[in-house]
């Protein structure tokens, strides 16, 4: 497995990704991106696999697959963890290099501009005690990407991510905005859950009256 030095403490986030991609070993193993993001290795690979779980949240069981290394980061920032470990059979998982190069051209327009925008800030947010609520929080978004749910799993990916993100760039701000955006989706999820669990009982009371009727005429 290569060991590749990126100097990701001094460089942008970006840039170290565009180097990942451009090795010329068609394996990208995980041991290698823990190894290439230093320091910011927490939230850099919550950016990392939330993206990669967003853009591959429709397709049936691929976020089972790819969660796994997410809960054990998320995990790892609840219980404080000093240096990111990942079990060895896990570090030596590898995805075609190919496919992390496509996967970057399409989220890089927007990566960019979110790191030319955030700086250090309101770092309240991302204190000690922050950093364990956004790891509780964080583990179950994870839990819910790793749902055979179609299509359902594509914004808790990107709350991780910008989670991530925050963590990475120590911006309060975007932190807030990921804590309001979980905010927004619970609420979302509340909401339809009412609705459909009145349609149900609405639509169950109808049955009921409609064979209560039928009994009638005999």
């Known amino acids: 497995m290569p060991d590749y030095d990126f100097q990701s403490d001094v460089r942008p986030f970006s840039r ?11 394996k990208l193993y995980l041991g290698e991106l823990v190894n290439a993001f230093g320091e910011r290795g927490f939230g850099a690979l919550m950016v990392f696999f ?6 591959a949240s429709p397709i049936p069981g ?7 290394p997410m809960l054990l980061i998320c995990l790892q920032l609840v219980i404080r ?11 030596k998982r590898s995805l075609p290099r190919e496919s992390y190069r496509a996967t970057i051209a399409r989220v890089r327009r927007p ?3 979110v790191e030319r925008l955030s700086r250090p800030r309101l770092g309240f947010m991302s204190s ?16 819910i990407v790793m749902l055979p749910i179609f299509g359902g799993n594509l914004f808790p990916s990107l709350f991780v991510a910008l989670f991530g993100f925050g963590l990475m760039q120590r911006d309060g701000l975007l ?32 049955l009921q009256a409609a064979w209560a009727w039928v ?4």
């Open 16 to 26: 170290v990704l565009d180097d990942i991609g451009a090795r010329e070993d068609p």
């Open 50 to 55: 939330g993206v990669i779980n967003a853009i």
């Open 62 to 68: 691929s976020t089972t697959i790819l969660g796994l």
């Open 81 to 91: 963890g000093d240096q990111l470990w990942m079990p060895r059979w896990a570090l």
């Open 111 to 113: 990566l960019h501009a």
């Open 128 to 143: 000690e005690l922050a950093e364990v609520l956004i790891g509780i929080i964080t583990t179950l978004l994870t839990l």
């Open 175 to 206: 932190i807030m905005a990921a804590w309001l955006g979980v905010a927004g989706f619970c609420i979302f999820v509340w909401a339809a859950w009412e609705l459909i669990s009145r349609l149900f009982l609405a639509s169950t009371g109808s």
């Open 215 to 218: 009994q009638g005429l005999f």
